[in-house]
T-cell receptor
């Protein structure tokens, strides 16, 4: 079964702790993306990667970090520097980066920080 | 000004009704346009792309007006299963081949029996 997996589905952390969200895809896609969704708002781009060992900041990268050591994997770390980390985090991938390529989303991780 | 503006609704319609959603985008360089559907607490899924000449997929019709920077989605003969949030999405390059997606806030639709 091809697709994107994100784990865990729900994650709870105390303020001040770093937390890493997992994203794995077996679609052989080059490009991967991380978005954040808050209630009543559209998705906002955090980081993206067009190819292994390369990634760029999106619109709201502050307080987040990523790595892309393998084509299949694009983990996101939410650091203690992120002021409002509680949100729904969505990972996506596309065959390659380009305006006409559909992005496929994983099921998301709901992070709650208290 | 936001990249993509949508009326958040909610739209509450009876089964069988026709309902239309609108969306405007701010960047005239926008290149590709999509409607995504998002069910409650789930990930977005592509509903349909929007082509310049307009396109139809069963009960769904999408229109694009580049001059007015306006996109629409028409749903005919609404079903209970159409209840979801509909996200308007545009892409444009900023000197890269990224193909970044810009999402509207979404329009919530509830179809009642």
């Amino acid at each position: 079964d091809g697709g994107i997996t994100q784990s865990p589905k729900y994650l709870f952390r105390k303020e001040g702790q770093n937390v890493t969200l997992s994203c794995e895809q077996n679609l052989n896609h080059d490009a991967m993306y991380w978005y954040r969704q808050d209630p009543g708002q559209g998705l906002r781009l955090i980081y993206y990667s067009q190819i292994v060992n390369d990634f760029q900041k999106g619109d709201i990268a502050e307080g987040y970090s990523v790595s892309r050591e393998k084509k299949e994997s694009f983990p996101l770390t939410v650091t203690s520097a992120q002021k409002n980390p509680t949100a729904f985090y969505l990972c996506a991938s596309s065959i390659r980066a380009g305006t006409t390529y559909e992005q496929y989303f994983g099921p998301g991780t709901r992070l709650t920080v208290t | 000004r936001k990249e993509v503006e949508q009326d958040p609704g909610p739209f509450n319609v009876p089964e069988g009704a026709t309902v239309a959603f609108n969306c405007t985008y701010s960047n005239s360089a926008s290149q590709s346009f999509f409607w995504y559907r998002q069910d409650c607490r789930k990930e977005p899924k592509l509903l349909m792309s929007v082509y310049s000449s307009g396109n139809e997929d069963g009960r769904f019709t999408a229109q694009l007006n580049r001059a007015s920077q306006y996109i629409s989605l028409l749903i005919r003969d609404s079903k209970l299963s159409d209840s979801a949030t509909y996200l308007c999405v545009v892409t444009h390059d900023r000197g890269s081949t990224l193909g970044r997606l810009y999402f509207g806030r979404g329009t919530q639709l509830t179809v009642w029996p």
